[in-house]
């Protein structure tokens, strides 16, 4: 089989859905490099600031490295913003979204919600509220989201930081994303795939 007969989901065979799995298994593995690429094209998204937003979050991320964050740190940061192209509107949630099955429940919550975290340092200026990240003050993870945008994104704005290049956390996102921490399929499958 090199493609289904059916031309509605609700007649598909056990076979060609098993079929459809194994060519999904395949392009699932091939998730580290899409998202590489995904990051590379940050190099020309948002205009304006001292830094394009790769170079921003590859500063996070070597931050990080050098505080000896964990893995699933420095990939969220490498990753926070990766939703800026096709989400302007909720970056945080689009990146939260990639990185829900590899990191913590935590560190979803902190990606998802960093973009209300972020408004602490700029929104007075802008006619909105600095302290909007307030209505998340009874989280057990609102000092960690505080400390998260104070360390490694507010402050990632500085061209003259020697950020490691993009090839550094190669390795380090094939080996992180090659595999879903939630593989239990109980979980995974509360997603969904088609
Ligand atoms: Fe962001
Ligand atoms: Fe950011």
Redesign the pocket.
Known sequence: MDKVNFTSMENGTAEEYSFLDTLEDQYKADLPKRLISALRDLNSSLSGYQVSRLEHSLQGATRAYHAKEDLEIIMAILF??IGDELAPYS??EMAASVLRPFVSEKVYWIIKH??VF?MYYYAHYTGGHKDAREVFADSPWYEDAIQFCHKY?QNCFDPEYESKPLDFFVPMVNKFFARPRMDDSEELARYGNR
């Open positions: 926070h913003d970056h945080s960093h973009g972020q994104d």
